[in-house]
């Protein structure tokens, strides 16, 4: 159980790493959309895809640590 917690928190701080470059990278480009699209010149990894991948881990760690601190809970009633 205390795995499960130790490797939430560290999904949790990766995605917060992920957002926090993402943001920093897409401010350097001066928050350009050119190469978010394959189609739209080079075939390129955009900032904005890191920053996706960043939002979208974060739910889910948090819904298990969610999960994990109301499994351990005394039920009240």
Do not use: K, N, Y
């Amino acid at each position: 159980m205390r795995v499960r917690r130790v490797s939430c928190h560290v999904v949790i701080v990766a995605s917060f790493a992920l957002m926090t470059f993402a943001l920093a990278q897409w401010q350097a480009l001066g928050f350009s959309l050119d190469a978010v699209w394959p189609f739209a010149g080079e075939l390129r990894l955009h900032p904005a895809h890191v920053l996706i991948i960043g939002i979208a881990i974060l739910p889910p760690a948090l819904w298990e640590l969610f999960v994990l601190d109301h499994r351990d809970a005394p039920a009240h009633g």
